[in-house]
């Protein structure tokens, strides 16, 4: 029996565990199970104490030493077996706790009547009879239904809000389609699918209600008072809670309550991607400034006429025309000046020529107007490329401090009474406050400023 009380001190322990949510595994089930006393162990405990009890009543003297040889052993036996079948035991005869009731027996010798109690774990650990197994009638349930439970006052189950949004894309839009919306079909955008999703996962319902300023909300400093949506969510009762792209601040946190953030963002500048100017017919003159480009033409002129100077000077270049004539009546040299100012643009343009210098001193010229050339030209290439590649950056705005100096002239501002605003505003930082100086000459509008905003950088 100790260890049939051990194996159910287990099982009400681990019943305990599931309350809190950790259930054993199958496999640590199923080995506790295999490791349970049999039921042999029960029904021979049963025995032995039938048998103690019989004794006692019977007062049967004692029998003499048994011998093996001789068989005197069983000189009690069957007037205990008699005994025993021929009463009818039950648990107050002293024969304790009996398994199944009351025991008669059958003329074979089996029991009779066995009725066996179904118990079940209940709430906190603790064994619940739940019905009655007997041999003739089978098994009777006699279950209790437990009373369906009502959700705590905290719980969102079957229950219907009253939301609060505010128009904004991309968060609250209008659901733009050809057949009539009415109700929570109206709005799109992801504030909406984001409190549909939770509205399936914890079983409530909810009903928008539109904001028509779409004013966030924000403290009056003379009256303590909140106006726009946190006004409204404080004053009106029938507003449960808000959902739109409303920027959490101490401020605000101390008025109302705020969840966990859908998203974390921090101040940011909008403004217009610069474009790439048209370029121009001039453009292929950028690479070198205009100072290079005339050094530049001075050093071909000046190439060209040596060449042709010295050209001139040497009589190897100076060529029979008709070499079937062995005494030409003249010479010719291939070096004149058009010639001498075609072949120098060609090594520039990387282009060759029939001219082709003889003499040592025409080709020593040549060539160091062509090592010239080789590195002008590698130059020039590069700073085309760099420039074609290059983007714009005249008009960008890299700090707040460019910002602020507001050099080029930029209008900027932000959402009057929004968080980016009111941070300018309450900031005591003196390149803050001139930030806020000129936001404040030129406020923007609180009603479709998203799409505002947008625009304005656009153009």
Not at 295 to 321: D, I
Not at 356 to 368: K, N
Not at 418 to 425: I, L, M, R
Request: net charge negative.
């Amino acid at each position: 029996m100790t260890q049939w009380r051990k194996m159910y001190s287990e099982r009400l322990n681990a019943a305990g565990n599931a309350e809190t949510g950790e259930e054993p595994t199958e496999p640590e089930e199923a080995a506790a199970i295999s490791a349970a006393p049999p039921t042999a162990l029960l029904l021979a405990h049963l025995g032995t104490g039938l048998v103690a009890e019989a004794w006692r009543r019977l007062q049967l003297p004692e029998a003499e030493s048994a011998d093996c040889a001789v068989g005197a052993g069983a000189f009690h036996a069957d007037t205990l077996l008699n005994y025993l079948r021929s009463e009818e035991w039950n648990s107050e005869d002293g024969a304790g706790r009996l398994v199944g009731g009351a025991i008669t027996w059958e003329v074979e010798g089996g029991r009779r009547d066995v009725q066996l109690e179904v118990v079940e774990l209940a709430r906190g650990g603790r064994l619940e009879r739940v019905g009655v197994w007997a041999a003739r009638a089978g098994l009777s349930l006699q279950r209790r239904e437990a009373p369906v439970a009502e959700p705590p006052p905290e719980s969102m189950t079957n229950r219907t809000f009253t939301v609060l949004i505010a128009e904004n894309k991309p968060y609250v839009m209008m659901q733009e389609s050809t057949d009539r919306l009415s109700g929570n079909d109206r709005y799109e955008g992801f504030c909406i699918e984001l409190i549909d999703k939770l509205a399936k996962l914890l079983h409530f319902n909810y009903t928008f209600v539109e904001q028509e300023d779409r004013n966030y909300g924000s403290r009056d400093n003379a009256t303590g008072k909140w106006n726009g949506m946190l006004g409204r969510l404080m004053e009106d009762e029938n507003i449960d809670f808000a959902i739109t792209d409303l920027t959490i601040t101490a401020e605000r946190e101390s008025a109302v309550d705020f969840t966990t953030p859908f998203m974390n963002l921090g101040i940011a500048i909008l403004f217009r991607t610069p474009k790439t100017p048209e370029p121009k017919i001039f453009a292929f003159l950028l690479p070198f400034s205009n100072g290079v480009w005339l050094c530049l033409g001075f050093a071909y002129l000046g190439t060209s006429l040596l060449l042709y100077v010295v050209g001139r000077l040497c009589h190897e270049e100076w060529q029979n025309p008709y070499p079937c004539i062995e005494d030409p009546p003249a010479l010719e040299n291939q070096f004149t000046l058009a010639n001498a100012l075609w072949f120098n643009l060609g090594a520039v343009l990387l282009q060759g020529s029939e001219i082709a210098p003889v003499a040592y001193s025409t080709r020593a010229v040549a060539s160091v107007w062509w090592v010239f050339a080789l590195v002008i030209t590698s130059s020039y290439t590069a700073n085309l490329a760099t420039l074609l590649a290059k983007k714009s950056s005249d008009q960008v705005i890299n700090n707040v401090q460019e910002l602020a100096d507001n050099q080029l002239g930029i209008d900027y501002g932000a959402k009057f009474n929004g968080s980016t605003y009111n941070f300018f505003a309450h900031s005591q930082s003196e390149l803050y406050q001139r930030m806020y100086e000129h936001m404040r000459t030129r406020p923007m509008p609180s009603t479709n400023a998203e799409e505002w905003r947008v625009e304005s950088t656009r153009s």
